[in-house]
Every structure is written in C-alpha cells, then in structure tokens.
C-alpha cells in the first residue's frame, strides 16, 4: 500500500514539474497534408504551448482533445483584422514576424509602421500579455537595429509591451554564445524574453548539419534556457519539414506523415527529462 501511494505522490508531482517546465518548452508548427500536427503536439510529453504564426489554431478533422495551449500571432499587418480562434482560453499575443525582413514569411514592416499599427495590436490583445516584434538575429541588438528603434519610440509613446520575442539561429552550435546573446538581450531591454524561433542550421548551407548535430544543440540549448530565469518560453524551429533552397534542413521534429525524425526522438526525451530533474530540484 505504502509502495503504491509513493508512486502516486512520484506520478503527481511529476505532472507538476512538467507543467512548471510547459511553461517555457514549446513549439511552431502548422498542419500536414492530414491535419494530424494537433495530435502530435498533444501526445509530446511537457510541450506546454505552441504557435502557428496566425491567429488561429492548428486545424483537425472532427472533434480533438487540445490540452497544449496556443498563442496566437499577428503575423503581419493583414493579421489585425483576423479573429482569434482557440479552444483554449487565450493568455498571450505575440505580433510581427521578422518586420525587418522581406521574405514571403517575414512581416516586412518600417518602424514607423509597426509604431503606428501598435495600438490596434494592443486594442487585440487586451487583457492579455503582449510580446514585442520578433526581428531577425541582427536585427535585435546595438542603437540602429531595428528593434533598438522600435523599442525607444514605443517606450516613449508608452506602449505596452510585456515580453521580448526574438530569433535566434546557430551556425555552428556554440551554446555559450547562444547564452551570452540572451543575457545582452535582457540587459538591453530589461524585460522577459521568448524565444520564438531557434535552431541549428546555416539558412545559406541548409543541408550542412545533421539531425544528431540538431539534436546535441537543442539539448544542450534546452537546458541553458531552463537555467536562465528570465528565459520564460522558448519554442524550436520547427514541428515540420521545411523546404528552403531546394533542400530541407535536418531540423524538423516529425516527417510529412508525422513519424519522428532523429531531432524529434531527442525533443521528446530531453522534454522529459527535465521534467524529471524539476522534481528532484524539488526534493
């Protein structure tokens, strides 16, 4: 009986550990050809939230269990009209991907517009928190960045922003580096930070890393951000495959018909471990 009751209390308290963990483990994804990226997303263990750079949530056939919770974004100025569309109460707002950017995914914004546009995002997103623009890498940090100039006018014209929301992509796996980026984000702006895109790849040499190179970055990316305490979400780049330049980066976490990849194995392991290593911090 007694041996029964601790393995009870040891399942408990395992769930709590991975739902403090849920709170920064996430990930962007969108549908396949079957509409099963839902199920996917609800069976990984301690994945906490996801997105899919719209307002609303990932589509599926039929009714669908939807215990992970959604965030939706405002991807680009076409997105303020849009409904947002969950099943599960709504907490956060994220809003404009890559503004600096002038690619078909980025949101190709001017400062002044973006500036202009930010009280209809606030207007979205009321009562709920609101992260900042998600530049590119260098877009992020130094006076004449995108994001220094945006967050000057916005700091003065008093708009709110509760979250920082940024990109970051690795060359060549340095997570050190990777740390002491983060760590000159806060300082610089002194808020929260999401991490809203990460991973290991060369988008000029897609194809140079393999998925166990994705894999040791991403473990090791993991758990540095677990560590930094104004670190509040951090989401990989991506559930699915993604095609660029005629290849696809051994990054994505599941195939076309949603079998894990080498990537996708690590991410649920090492999600599960760290809710494991939660409760003995615990303890």
Do not use: C
């Amino acid at each position: 009986m007694v041996g029964k009751t601790l393995f009870f209390l040891w399942v408990f308290l395992l769930s709590l550990a991975q739902s403090a963990l849920a709170q920064k483990a996430g990930v962007g994804a969108w549908e396949n050809s079957r509409y099963t990226t839902i199920h996917w997303v609800e069976d990984q263990p301690a994945l906490g939230w996801y997105y899919t750079w719209r307002t609303d949530q990932l589509w599926a056939r039929g009714p669908t269990s939807r215990t992970v919770e959604f965030v939706p974004m405002i991807h680009s100025e076409g997105d303020l009209a849009k409904p947002i569309t969950s099943d599960r109460p709504v907490r956060a707002l994220m809003a404009f991907n890559e503004p600096d950017g002038k690619g078909s995914h980025q949101g190709g914004l001017s400062v002044e517009r973006a500036l202009a546009l930010w009280p209809r995002v606030e207007a979205k997103g009321r009562g709920l928190r609101i992260g900042s623009p998600a530049t590119t890498q260098a877009e992020t940090l130094g006076p004449g960045s995108w994001q220094r100039r945006f967050m000057t006018e916005a700091e003065r014209r008093g708009y709110r922003i509760d979250f920082m929301a940024v990109h970051y992509y690795s060359t060549d796996g340095d997570v050190a580096a990777f740390r002491r980026w983060l760590q000159a984000v806060h300082r610089e702006y002194r808020r929260p930070i999401w991490v809203t895109e990460y991973a290991l790849v060369d988008w000029d040499r897609p194809g140079s890393a393999s998925y166990g190179q994705s894999a040791s970055f991403f473990e090791r990316a993991a758990q540095m951000m677990d560590g930094l305490p104004f670190v509040e979400r951090h989401a990989w780049f991506a559930a699915n495959p993604y095609p660029w330049q005629g290849t696809v980066p051994k990054i994505n976490l599941v195939d076309d018909r949603m079998q894990p990849t080498p990537m996708g194995e690590t991410f649920r392991r090492v999600l599960s471990e760290l809710g494991g290593r939660e409760i003995a911090s615990a303890n």
